[in-house]
């Protein structure tokens, strides 16, 4: 069953995070590298999770990656998925599955990042199948 549109709310944002944010409303998903150990990561912080560095940049990502897993929310008005989706660049991100028919669904599916606007706030990336 296709999910009907659902409001999400504004992400907080900060100086640390406006970045990545800022990329969204440009229509780009972005991941923080490190250039001390070369390890990418998401949620985007300074610090390197992997390494403690605090060497990072902004790298585009493809906006590709395949869903690790998921969870269909049908008790919710109007029901929506979430994901753990792993991008192509190694990091995973949680967020939601978008423009898709629920039961059709599967881990280890190939997704692509869309732009969904938010309540108030930036558009956030999404996925839905590729």
Request: aromatic content about 8%; proline content about 11%; glycine content about 6%.
């Amino acid at each position: 069953m296709a999910a009907a549109a659902r409001t999400i709310p504004a992400p907080p944002t900060n100086v640390e995070v406006q970045p990545f944010f800022d990329a969204a409303a440009a229509g780009r998903l972005v991941v923080k590298r490190c250039l001390a150990c070369g390890e990418s990561h998401h949620y985007p912080r300074t610090m390197c999770p992997h390494c403690g560095s605090d060497r990072t940049e902004w790298k585009d990502a493809s906006g590709r990656g395949t869903i690790y897993s998921y969870s269909v929310l049908r008790r919710a008005t109007p029901p929506y998925a979430i994901a753990y989706v792993t991008l192509e660049e190694g990091p995973t991100m949680m967020t939601n599955l978008v423009d898709c028919d629920f039961d059709a669904l599967r881990i280890g599916q190939a997704v692509r990042v869309v732009f969904t606007p938010t309540d108030g706030g930036p558009p956030v990336p999404t996925f839905t199948p590729a």
